[in-house]
């Protein structure tokens, strides 16, 4: 029985009464780190299968970014805290906070009148009063007031995003080069200690505690060995800190995590630590396996961006899934290299799954653009989706962008096309095609909003006008819509009802947490008094709709039965080469045994990756490590999704090779697309099977050796495999002899036994077995 189905409603929004029934530690979401010698109140947020307490209604995410400088006192359109639909949302991402020149996280000077976080205010505006039993104004006050109306939402502050994570603005609106992430990661020798994090970890809990938030977010641009990587005003210091920065990363969220535990027990709640992550396989490759997941309650993907003016491949903002047709992976013959099986990364499909090979489908959340991008003069495509637009003069390429006979920088859409455009640093126009989806949707009616004033459009400049029209298409295959205006040839990636309709179905049925959207003030509604789109909730409250009958979300790791029992076998993947250096994958997998007993020769070891990768990852140290269960498509592709999410992985450890207690044994990997860490371990020895504990330390540790195995891979203690019993009729070791005593062949329907495991034989065969497609695996003995 789900004891979280006999609470009141209070006590579901509250988790006080939950604690008190349920331990802690059984409510800790599968995977999550806990921090040695901490009791983290996870019951105050998670129920006893791990899952979210949100509430009845909200089974799955629905997480929005809410901007600071949409306050209105610039003259433009204010959205604030009153504006938020707090009944259709589970989450608020606070954005941005900044970390400062000292190491510390900051909003600015908070005693200033003009700081949107804790100094404006708004009076005369409806909803907009401040709250004032709180000793700050500004967007916090509101937030912290609207939360005690609607307790079930939780509220983080984000820091970093694109242009805070080197550097911050200033209280006149001059950016800071102060090296922001860069410099606080990697100020120090982390060998000896790391004093820039830990400061920042330490304000970081210091003002969640203040300003009453209930997490933090980490909004990181990029922590990737691939040059040139983020923003282009920070290349000069981070292009010099490469080959560090994963290493200070995840050093960083294990110190948040740690001390937000620590805090959290102190103060009776758990507290979020999650981050927005790209989705590009091809910034991903740079980020080695992704190990900062154990420390995250979930990850935000930023699975769009995907396509943009940077280049002048014309194509999705944020396809939900492959179509096998991607220009930008065309045009680098990608799709007819055969080590890629054809799997295409630039889609949310891909790097949901590949995520999925490291945490349970709940504890992800796909990200949705409530924006556009486009591009201007587009040449050839279909209706301008496959064409391309490179900018005419290759010498004017935006820093960052171009510079490749490949891969030319692209003719970003401008002007009335381009309302939510940023600016260069010499305050002109960054062409993007970047706009609000209430103003595609005039775009898409033939309509000039009355607001076109306050965004800089000047009726007299033709680039401002409505010219042509602008009709809408969609791609069914990629769950992408798009706007293509043929007088002007400018092509806008959009998201509609139809598209957000999709991809609610796709987090429903894959078990995903829910949804993340960049950002509130881009979701659209019908403005009757003004005959015109503007801003509203309407995607927001379809995805409401969509979910509040959800069915709970996926909390599990594994879709394979466990061990009960675990040994203490801790693992590390290392030694990757930098960026673009990087392939094919060739880390070092280290597995160090702290068990009582020795790992004997001949145990079989397994593990899941992810189907994000294709399924001919191997090894380069001898050991056989093989696919043993493919999750690829039977298309031999992901056009339209991959339909599994694990790879099934094995290799045996040779039969003169025992590792014992405090020894390590290393495998050099082999695999050409970017995977986190695999997950689901199993060992097999001795005739019993055993978890990691490293990874499932709510296991009870025996020595190798002992325990009574448990179920998952192995087949032991006298059970069937293959049909015979092996305790009774033991298999034949490999290889067999002749009459000579020389090593001879299997027939078809020979069960065999090799490295601890048995093979059958599916015809005549004299090669080793599991070596190739002669012979079957059956279990590991």
């Not at 988790?15 to 979401?29: I, K, L, Y």
């Not at 509430?55 to 009153?82: C, E, M, V």
């Not at 909003?449 to 459009?457: N, R």
Request: glycine fraction near 12%; charge should be negative.
């Amino acid at each position: 029985m789900k004891l979280i189905t006999t609470l009141p409603l209070l006590a579901l929004l509250s988790g006080v009464a939950f604690a008190q029934q349920t331990t802690d530690n059984s409510c800790r979401p599968d995977g999550l780190y806990q921090t040695p010698g901490i009791n983290v109140p996870y019951c105050t947020v998670y129920d006893a299968t791990g899952r979210e307490i949100i509430s009845p209604d909200h089974p799955r995410r629905i997480i929005g970014y809410f901007t600071s400088w949409r306050h209105g006192k610039n003259g433009q359109p204010a959205y604030l805290a009153s504006d938020i639909p707090w009944d259709k949302i589970t989450h608020i991402n606070y954005a941005f906070a900044h970390v400062n020149s000292a190491n510390q996280i900051s909003v600015g000077d908070v005693t200033a009148s003009n700081n949107a976080a804790t100094g404006m205010e708004w009076p005369g505006v409806a909803g907009a009063e401040l709250d004032p039993n709180l000793p700050y104004r500004g967007h916090f006050n509101l937030l912290q007031k609207y939360k005690q109306q609607y307790p079930h939402v939780k509220t983080l502050i984000s820091v970093g995003g694109w242009a805070e994570t080197g550097g911050y603005f200033d209280s006149n609106g001059d950016r800071v080069a102060s090296g922001g992430f860069y410099s606080m990661t990697t100020n120090s020798d982390l060998s000896i200690n790391n004093q820039g994090i830990n400061t920042f970890a330490d304000s970081a809990v210091a003002f969640i505690r203040q300003y009453g938030f209930d997490g933090v977010d980490i909004d990181y641009e990029y922590p990737t060995s691939m040059n040139d990587a983020g923003n282009p005003d920070d290349f000069a210091l981070a292009n010099s800190l490469r080959g560090g920065l994963m290493r200070s990363y995840i050093e960083l969220m294990k110190v948040l995590r740690q001390k937000l535990d620590a805090a959290g027990a102190a103060d009776g709640k758990h507290y979020l630590l999650t981050i927005a992550s790209p989705s590009s396989g091809y910034l991903l490759r740079g980020m080695e396996a992704f190990q900062v997941t154990q420390y995250l309650d979930y990850v935000n993907i930023m699975s769009y961006d995907l396509h943009g003016a940077w280049n002048q491949f014309v194509g999705h903002n944020a396809a939900l899934f492959d179509t096998g047709m991607d220009a930008e992976l065309a045009a680098w013959n990608y799709y007819n290299t055969t080590q890629y099986q054809n799997i295409g990364y630039l889609n949310t499909d891909w790097a949901c799954h590949y995520f999925r090979g490291t945490m349970p489908a709940g504890r992800i959340n796909i990200g949705i653009p409530y924006y556009s991008r486009g591009w201007k003069d587009v040449q050839g495509g279909n209706n301008g989706l496959w064409g391309t637009a490179a900018l005419p003069n290759q010498n004017a390429c935006p820093p960052g962008t171009g510079g490749s006979t490949v891969s030319k920088c692209g003719n970003g859409a401008v002007g009335i096309d381009n309302l939510w455009h940023d600016k260069n640093t010499q305050g002109g126009e960054m062409p993007a095609g970047s706009n609000p989806l209430w103003h595609t949707m005039n775009l898409a009616e033939g309509i000039v909003g009355s607001y076109a004033p306050v965004y800089g459009l000047d009726p007299a400049n033709p680039e401002h006008q409505l010219t042509g029209t602008y009709s809408e298409h969609y791609d069914a295959t990629a769950v992408a819509p798009w706007l293509w205006n043929a007088q002007k040839k400018v092509f806008l990636s959009v998201e509609t009802e139809q598209s957000i309709a999709a991809k609610a179905q796709y987090v429903i049925e894959n078990g995903i947490g829910g949804v993340m959207f960049w950002e509130l003030a881009g979701d659209y509604g019908w403005n009757a008094a003004n005959g015109e789109y503007f801003i509203g909730d309407t995607l927001t409250t379809q995805f409401y709709n969509s979910f509040r009958n959800a069915s709970p979300y996926g909390a599990v790791k594994a879709n394979r039965t466990m061990p009960t029992q675990a040994a203490d076998i801790r693992l590390s993947i290392s030694d990757f080469k930098l960026g673009d250096q990087n392939f094919p994958i060739n880390p070092k997998l280290t597995l160090t045994n702290h068990s009582e007993g020795a790992i004997p020769g001949g145990a079989s070891i397994s593990f899941d990756v992810p189907t994000a990768i294709p399924d001919t990852i191997s090894d380069q140290s001898g050991f056989g490590l093989t696919v043993i269960e493919s999750g690829r498509n039977a298309s031999g592709n992901n056009i339209g999704g991959l339909s599994s999410d694990f790879h099934r992985v094995r290799f045996n450890l040779p039969g003169y090779l025992s590792v014992a207690s405090g020894e390590s044994v290393t495998v050099t990997l082999n695999y050409h697309l970017p995977m986190p860490m695999p997950s689901n371990w199993i060992l097999s020895a001795n005739g019993a099977d055993y978890a990691f504990a490293q990874e499932y330390p709510q296991l009870p540790v025996v020595a190798i050796g002992s325990g009574d195995g448990g179920p998952g891979d192995g087949d032991a203690n006298g059970e069937s495999c293959g049909g015979v019993t092996a305790t009774i009729y033991p298999y034949p070791q490999w290889p067999q002899t002749d009459w000579q005593g020389l090593p001879s062949h299997a027939v078809g329907g020979d069960h065999l036994s090799y490295q601890g495991s048995v093979y059958k034989a599916n015809w005549w065969t004299n090669s080793v077995p599991g070596s190739d497609g002669s012979w079957s695996f059956i279990c590991n003995l």
